[in-house]
Each structure stands twice: as structure tokens, then as C-alpha cells.
T-cell receptor, first 114, second 112 residues
Framework: DSGVTQTPKHLITATGQRVTLRCSPRSGDLSVYWYQQSLDQGLQFLIQYYNGEERAKGNILERFSAQQFPDLHSELNLSSLELGDSALYFC?????????????FGPGTRLTVL | GNSVTQMEGPVTLSEEAFLTINCTYTATGYPSLFWYVQYPGEGLQLLLKATKADDKGSNKGFEATYRKETTSFHLEKGSVQVSDSAVYFCALSLPKAGDMRFGAGTRLTVKP
């Protein structure tokens, strides 16, 4: 158990819909990272927040957005969903903002878009 | 661009065999290098890392050395166990770029 929690574990929805994935980092960690893992694209970094502020952006689509709240939990919002958005979405956290810091991954949310 | 290439799997070994999973990288600047492991149904776990050239990361019998001259970070273990069966990801991060890049992953199966 990494100490990072993600909800829900599974999500099934239809094309065009909007969903919110939630992540609670390990106690004391200020950075939250979001990743997408799919069969065709592999594991891709989406976005990082540090202490409530966006710190780095990777291959995140404009239809996707994220935020980190004062209690440090984070949400990833996916809208206008397409079939290709079906993937495993991981959240990770680390103490500091540097990417060289050890990141602790949550168990993931499996999103299926029908 | 910045990228990681790792050997394609799947890799199947017998217990106590020697393991090597090759990883090479392309990066502008001086990346940190990582090996992550993903067990079935779980998230990734950091296995080891190295932040500068010639550093050796090691953990649970696994080792990898950051080789700047060959831009490589190959993962090795002298004697694998059935419990090592998992998918292994090589990754790099470039702090100033604020990015993390993963290889495609290599599935390892160890048979008793």
C-alpha cells in the first residue's frame, strides 16, 4: 500500500460524458501527478500540481483539466469523452516538486468509455 | 525529443536465472533515470533510481548503472524469483522541463 488513494476504482461511461477522478496523496506529500496508461500510448505523464499550483504539463488534452485543493487532494476532470480515452489513470504523489523525487503511485482508476 | 527505449518483451526466465532488461535514453540536458515495477492489478512502484552519471541504483537485488557515454540504464538481477514476475518500466525525468517519460514496459515472467 503506497498510501495514495484513488476513487473510483472503475468507471464505465458513454461517449460525450464528463467524469471526475479523485486522488488523495500520501500524508505530507505536496506534489500530485496524473498519468494515463493505455495499450496503444503506453504510460504518459499528464500534469503535475504542487501545493495547489500547476507545476508541469505533459500530454494532457484540452478536454482534460485538473486541480489540487487546499487539503492537497486532486481531481482530474475528463470531458467530452471519446472511446480512445479508455485507459487506466494513475495518480502519484511526492514530498517535493522535483521529478527526481520518489513518486508513490495509487492503484489507479480504470475508465471505460462505451 | 526526450525519450526512453527499452527492450521489448515478453521475457520468460526460469527461477534463479540472470536478468537483463536493456534501456537506452535520448535527452537534452542531464536526466534522472528510474526503473519502476508494476505488479498485476497494482500501480507502479519505484524500484531504483540514479540521478547522475556513473551512479548505481540498487534495490531488492536489482541494479542499474547510469551510463552517460552509452546513454543506457540497463536493469540487472543475478537470480530472479517467481515473485519478480511483473512489468518493468524504464523512465527519465528532466527537472527543468518538468516532464517524465516512460519506456513501453517489459513484461517479465519467471517460471519455477
Amino acid at each position: 500500500d503506497s498510501g495514495v488513494t484513488q476513487t473510483p476504482k472503475h468507471l464505465i461511461t458513454a461517449t460525450g460524458q464528463r467524469v471526475t477522478l479523485r486522488c488523495s496523496p500520501r500524508s505530507g506529500d505536496l506534489s500530485v501527478y496524473w498519468y494515463q496508461q493505455s495499450l496503444d500510448q503506453g504510460l504518459q505523464f499528464l500534469i503535475q500540481y504542487y501545493n495547489g499550483e500547476e507545476r508541469a504539463k505533459g500530454n494532457i488534452l484540452e478536454r482534460f483539466s485538473a486541480q489540487q485543493f487546499p487539503d492537497l487532494h486532486s481531481e482530474l476532470n475528463l470531458s467530452s469523452l471519446e472511446l480512445g480515452d479508455s485507459a487506466l489513470y494513475f495518480c502519484a504523489s511526492s514530498v517535493d516538486e522535483g521529478f527526481a523525487d520518489t513518486q508513490y503511485f495509487g492503484p489507479g482508476t480504470r475508465l471505460t468509455v462505451l | 525529443g526526450n525519450s526512453v527505449t527499452q527492450m521489448e518483451g515478453p521475457v520468460t526466465l526460469s527461477e534463479e536465472a540472470f536478468l537483463t532488461i536493456n534501456c537506452t535514453y535520448t535527452a537534452t540536458g542531464y536526466p534522472s533515470l528510474f526503473w519502476y515495477v508494476q505488479y498485476p492489478g497494482e500501480g507502479l512502484q519505484l524500484l531504483l533510481k540514479a540521478t547522475k552519471a556513473d551512479d548505481k541504483g540498487s534495490n531488492k537485488g536489482f541494479e542499474a548503472t547510469y551510463r552517460k557515454e552509452t546513454t543506457s540504464f540497463h536493469l540487472e538481477k543475478g537470480s530472479v524469483q517467481v515473485s519478480d514476475s511483473a512489468v518493468y518500466f524504464c523512465a527519465l525525468s528532466l527537472p527543468k522541463a518538468g516532464d517524465m517519460r516512460f519506456g513501453a514496459g517489459t513484461r517479465l515472467t519467471v517460471k519455477p
